[in-house]
Nanobody, 115 residues
């Protein structure tokens, strides 16, 4: 089993910043990628950013230039720095870990962008 502990969500004004963190523990061998997804009620969960073990990164088009994903391999932690936040970024953000045999998800952390 993999345990993922997320932190860093909250309420922020438009234009503000937040940093999400996700620490992985447990059976965390053979990690292929770590990433962040988000979901709003009534919509499918969408990939926000994903970083593979080889360092390659994918971003959702709407967050390019504003969000930065990074990973601390020594701490098995993935971060999402979110700048210039917009109301449309409001969602529950989920951490994910992809391994050879399974994918694991965190509980989610609420990000609300509102004045």
């Amino acid at each position: 089993q993999v345990q993922l502990v997320e932190s860093g969500g909250g309420l922020v004004q438009p234009g503000g910043s937040l940093r999400l963190s996700c620490a992985a523990s447990g059976s965390i061998d053979n990690i292929l990628a770590m990433g962040w997804y988000r979901q709003v009620p009534g919509k499918q969960r969408e990939l926000v950013a994903r970083i593979r073990t080889d360092g390659s990164i994918n971003y959702l088009d709407s967050v390019k230039g504003r969000f930065t994903i990074s990973r601390d391999n020594a701490k098995n932690t993935v971060y999402l720095q979110m700048n210039s936040l917009k109301p449309e970024d409001t969602a529950v953000y989920f951490c994910s870990v992809d391994q050879v045999t399974r994918s694991s998800w965190g509980q989610g952390t609420q990000v609300t962008v509102s004045s």
